[in-house]
């Protein structure tokens, strides 16, 4: 169809040329359009939205929910062609968490809101975060609306901010990013290392494994346990949380992603992944192997 309106369009451009040429006075080419300026702040504005369902509920390592639900909502900015801001949130909260031999009562839910600054200098993207979590179930969630470890002074917090630094650097279709994470709440740090790679099967469908790892230092250790009014809090294996690691490897995540192209601007991405837990975290979560599986739908604008 569009070969054969070019096609018709030139016949007639033709045509009108034979026409003027014929005895008519010549026509002046018509003056280019004038391109006004649009008046914006920003050219262009990029959104994403995000939501999905994880099985269970693993960050950095420590397990906090079961069948999360969660959407988040993002929007870039593009203050050059090598600076972007980011703004962002999310809104987290469990469907339903097995505990204490019950299949209802305990509740978890979080907010994430995000604000950051990337530069792409070609090679690599670097980038610095602000992100604020706001627990209202606290940290550690509640049992029948009363906080569970409330007197710790990690379990029972309402909120925390991060400052981070992150980089990634491409490699066709390789992956390698790394992170830091300083915790203004607790002062501990944090340190991510990840890599991942993308083998395209088609235009819409791709199959991405993926491996990250983390180290911590004084970071949500559940030493403070001690504290707590009646005794020293013990964790899921038995042993006492107050005299346990306070720096050391949190865990090992291997993941394999599939996601697929539904369209120009809905990508769906179902993934299946393992967490196994490293010294900073095989007292506190329940198991130190755990597979897990998730799965959301991404929306670009």
Not at 30 to 44: C, M, N, T
Not at 67 to 85: D, G, H
Not at 118 to 131: E, I, L, P, R, T
Request: proline share 5%; hydrophobic share 40%; glycine share 12%.
């Amino acid at each position: 169809m569009t070969s054969f309106i070019a096609k018709s369009v030139a016949v007639l451009a033709a045509c009108a040329a034979l026409n003027a040429s014929a005895g008519t006075a010549p026509v002046k080419n018509p003056a280019p359009p004038v391109v006004e300026e649009s008046g914006a702040l920003f050219d262009s504005i990029g959104a994403t939205f995000d939501a999905g369902y994880d099985s269970r509920y693993y960050f950095r390592g420590l397990w906090f929910a079961d069948n999360i639900m969660w959407t988040a909502l993002n929007f870039s900015v593009p203050i050059t062609e090598k600076l972007t801001f980011g703004i962002g949130g999310a809104y987290i909260n469990t469907a339903g968490t097995p505990f204490a031999g019950s299949k209802s009562g305990f509740q978890y839910s979080e907010i994430d809101a995000i604000t950051s600054l990337s530069y792409d200098a070609g090679w690599a993207k670097f980038g610095m975060q602000y992100q604020y979590y706001f627990y209202p179930d606290n940290y550690g969630g509640s049992f029948n609306g009363v906080p569970i470890a409330g007197a710790d002074p990690e379990f029972a917090l309402k909120g925390a901010g991060e400052l981070g630094f992150t980089v990634a650097v491409p490699i066709q279709a390789f992956n390698i990013y790394a992170g830091y994470y300083y915790d203004l709440r607790i002062n501990g740090s944090y340190f991510s290392l990840g890599a991942d790679y993308t083998f395209a099967v088609t235009d819409w469908l791709s199959i991405v494994p993926s491996v990250t790892t983390g180290f911590g230092i004084d970071y949500y250790t559940g030493n403070g346990s001690g504290s707590i009014p009646g005794g020293t809090f013990v964790g899921n294996n038995g042993q006492s949380m107050q005299n346990g690691p306070t720096s050391g490897f949190t865990h090992v995540l291997y993941t394999l992603a599939v996601p697929v192209k539904l369209t120009k601007s809905v990508t769906w991405t179902t993934y299946a992944a393992l967490n196994h837990g490293e010294k900073l975290r095989t007292q506190i979560n329940t198991t130190q192997n755990e597979i897990y599986w998730g799965t959301k739908l991404s929306f670009a604008f």
